[in-house]
């Protein structure tokens, strides 16, 4: 789930944005900029397009873990993603659930989901890549019964470096207790930061059957970056 953190993706208060970034070092913040991204040929005949912006935190720019995420599946799982109902945690700009439907090509709708600040780059990011009725970004604050109207339990949850804030960590437990259903797969890709973050893989193995993903060409690559999948 990257060399630094993906934002505190928080509306809320400038006191809030502070303290998270104490937490998370942010990159040195740039003008926002389109980037073009074919995943190693995994997307070579439609690379996709994602405008990253800083604006609003680190959110608004994509991960190492993100990529990791998208590669495998992009590479390991297109044939049961594209008849699977999937959606996206803690989205960002869109960078995981926009490749797997560039990709993939699911036949039902894929829903990326983040905090209020993320939802016009994510709505900017379907339109780049022409994904109008192909996917839906939806505001989602982590917690127990928070889960949007128009989101589902799906039967693919994505999840790219979502662990970055300790703080947030019992709000992403209750978010995927709500989301994981009894058919539900979740693909959940995080760099480990801080001994911290361990306590929140403790926390989710006692609530889930927890496998680290050994299949994948990547995993030596990413692993020395301590990215787990």
Excluded at 29 to 48: E, I, N, V, W, Y
Excluded at 92 to 107: K, N, T, W
Excluded at 112 to 138: H, P
Excluded at 146 to 158: A, D, F, I, S, W
């Amino acid at each position: 789930m990257p060399d630094h953190n993906p934002q505190d993706k928080s509306d809320d208060a400038e006191l809030y944005l502070t303290i998270s970034e104490d937490f998370v070092q942010s990159p040195t913040h740039k003008q926002s900029s389109t980037t073009r991204s074919d995943f190693d040929g995994l997307l070579a005949d439609q690379p996709l397009l994602l405008l990253e912006d800083l604006s609003k935190g680190n959110g608004g720019m994509s991960w190492p873990a993100g990529h990791a995420l998208a590669k495998y599946l992009l590479r390991s799982k297109q044939s049961m993603l594209k008849k699977s109902s999937i959606v996206e945690l803690g989205s960002g700009g869109g960078l995981v659930g926009l490749a797997i439907a560039v990709g993939c090509r699911p036949e039902k709708l894929v829903r990326i989901t983040d905090q209020a600040s993320m939802l016009a780059l994510m709505q900017q990011n379907i339109g780049l890549n022409g994904l109008e009725g192909k996917v839906e970004a939806s505001i989602y604050d982590w917690g127990a019964g928070n889960r949007p109207v128009n989101v589902p339990v799906p039967e693919v949850l994505l999840a790219a470096d979502c662990v970055y804030f300790e703080p947030a960590f019992p709000l992403l437990l209750q978010t995927l207790e709500e989301m994981i259903g009894p058919n539900t797969v979740c693909y959940f890709c995080f760099k480990r930061r801080r001994r911290a973050d361990m306590h929140f893989l403790k926390a989710a193995k006692k609530a889930f059957v927890v496998e680290e993903v050994e299949d994948d060409s990547d995993r030596a690559t990413y692993a020395r970056e301590n990215i787990h999948l």
